[in-house]
């Protein structure tokens, strides 16, 4: 039987006197297989993948809301799958029927090769810490690590074993002692990760586990998650909606949106070759920009024929697909918004229109309109403090100004007297020209960092435009 731990949010009952507190989530209340002696997951060799995920899917109100469907993946062993996904789309579903707490319509959940469907969530070796750590707050950080073990009636002298190996891993041998109550958001989640990792599951389940932390305390236990890991070769399934901790965590992404897996793939190569115009718009920041038109071979290069525009990439052919496809059909051209270069306008392919310049750290985001089309570009800049031209005295003294933006030329940020990033400026030999709201620019574009594809089923074509040698 599974427990979850109500104590210490909205509308939960106090324990009885003397009773042993509720078991916090994910923790699974049931004797459990065997306690080993190794504290380190074992390998598995043979071959099938640690979990198997075919067919999956969840209804609800007899089939008229589906939260899950028909979806199939597969975790390695020591391999870390992160679901990727805006709020709504299945993730936590999907974790759930894993781990048990809910039964699938249909389709099969295999661990190790055996079938778990009809094995009880206690039973089944699966660990989950949700976002909401709840640790027990009146409880040592010792008794919070070794809660698991002694549900399971494990020996004493292998429970102080574990906890100890477990503290040294998750640097809490300092706080063994402390209440964990007293201890900060990052400290506690580590708690809550070893509290589940002494019980060697054989999959570990992370259903956003860094959203209840600060922000700056995210990027060091995103380390510390990476770096168990990689110690322990865990077999991890980590659900986020945000991409940085997907991207920086995990060996794979699949990315889900309404009850489906749009792409499962590599990190790198899913950022780089989104397989869907959904997923190109939702990775990355800002995403891809997506253009919408016909191509056509002509004359020194390939031309895109836009509702409102036209351009023509040059040195480059269309490949074999897109010529036995015929001249109708209709493509989207993606391309990333630190692949668009800024240049005057008698220098672009085309021509677009400044709507306003974001200044973000060491980064500006421009953004801009081509004919009604939305775009966005980015700089690079360096601050420099610099008296703000046009401010009064009062505001000169504290004025710092963006400088040296780099795209295809070299640009500078001039603050207005609002304090915001009025104009850019391009001190060029070829003639200034000003980048404030509503100033026309060239853009460029080089073809070889094109993504096509399909205008209608808007699956991304494994052919991009060719090269032609000068």
Known sequence: MLRLRASGGRGSA?????????????????????????????????????LEVAG??????????????????????????????????????????????????????????????????????????????????AMSVRDNLAFGLKVRKTDKAVVRSEVHKIAELLGLTECLDIKAGRLSGSEQQRVAIGRTLVTRPALLLLDEPLSNLEASARPAVRQELRRLQQELHLSIIYVTHDQTEALSLADRVAIMNHGKIIQAEETLRIMQFPGHVQVAQFLGS????????????????????????????????????????????????????????????????????????????????VNLSSHGSPLQCVVEHKLKAAPCAGLPPTRNAGGCNPSGLKTGTTLTAVRSADGLPAALENPSASGDFSLSKGTPVGLTLAPETVVLFDGDSNLRLESAFVPVPQ
């Not at 493509?331 to 677009?352: K, N």
């Open 286 to 365: 800002p995403p891809m920009n997506i253009l919408r038109g016909r191509l056509a071979d002509a004359e020194g290069g390939v031309k895109f024929t836009h509702a409102a525009f036209t351009v023509l990439f040059p040195a480059c052919t269309l490949p074999a697909l897109v010529r036995e496809r015929g001249a109708n059909k209709q493509y989207a051209l993606g391309f990333r918004a630190e692949d668009l270069t800024l240049v005057p306008p008698e220098q672009g392919l085309w021509q677009g229109e400044i709507l306003g310049v974001e200044i973000r750290g060491g980064d500006a985001v």
């Open 56 to 137: 999956l899917t969840k209804v609800y109100r007899d089939g008229a809301v589906v939260a899950v469907d028909d979806i199939s993946f597969t975790v390695e062993s020591g391999e870390t799958l992160a679901l990727l996904g805006p709020s709504g789309c299945g993730k936590s579903t999907t974790l759930n029927m894993i781990v048990g707490l809910e039964q699938p319509s249909s389709g099969d959940i295999r661990i190790d090769g055996r079938s778990v469907i009809d094995v009880p969530a206690g039973r089944r070796d699966v660990g989950l810490v949700f976002q909401d750590y709840a640790v027990f707050a």
């Open 14 to 50: 106090p324990n009885p006197a003397g009773a042993p507190p509720r078991t916090p989530p994910g923790e699974m209340i049931s004797p459990g297989p065997p306690h080993q002696e190794s504290a380190l997951p074992t390998l598995n060799r043979s071959g099938i993948p640690k």
